[in-house]
């Protein structure tokens, strides 16, 4: 999948910060694919930037509901089941790896109670029924400013992997 991004859009996003740079890339993956993740658009893409695709999924759910909303959401097989933690590793952010192969530990105890339809009340409820995730989002909500700013320099040094940079 070619995944077009104009230079000035990311000469723009670098002056706001590693998250708005990062956020060019998944966006333009995510426009590229229709913003649909499924086995489909995923064969469409190249290992890394579903892998990015996937990272801006993680850590938008994981910073708003923990994993709990990640699973609950339906992303448990995605990030558990696929070589999620493995790229983190090939990336150069093995403690991300750890937190995703911990995590996956406690998915496969809880999936069938986490992924069942609920209440809003009853998906609250889940936080405390499941308190062994809380260390895990403590986790990630620590060290995601490090992350993120790991993965935009693997992304800024491998650009050609994720998008083609359109000159304007």
């Known amino acids: 999948m070619e995944v077009l991004i104009k230079e000035s859009v990311i000469k723009a996003s670098v002056s706001e910060g590693l998250d708005a740079f990062l956020d060019v890339f998944i966006k333009g993956i995510g426009n590229a694919i229709g913003n649909e993740l499924n086995v489909e658009t995923l064969s469409q893409l190249n290992a890394d930037q579903a892998t990015l695709y996937a990272y801006g999924i993680l850590r938008e759910e994981v910073m708003d509901g923990g994993f709990i909303q990640l699973i609950h959401n339906g992303y448990g097989p995605f990030f558990f089941f696929n070589p999620f933690a493995k790229m983190m590793k090939i990336w150069g952010i093995p403690e991300l790896a750890k937190v995703i192969n911990k995590g996956r ?3 496969l105890r809880h999936k069938d109670q986490i992924e069942a339809d609920c209440s809003d009340e009853e998906f609250m409820a889940l936080f405390e029924q499941f ?3 809380d260390d895990l989002d403590d986790l990630f909500v620590e060290q995601e400013e ?3 700013a790991m993965i935009a320099e693997y992304v800024d040094e491998h650009i050609e992997s994720f998008a083609t940079v359109v000159k304007e």
């Open 146 to 148: 490090e992350w993120t």
């Open 131 to 133: 308190p062994d995730f």
């Open 105 to 107: 530990k406690l998915y």
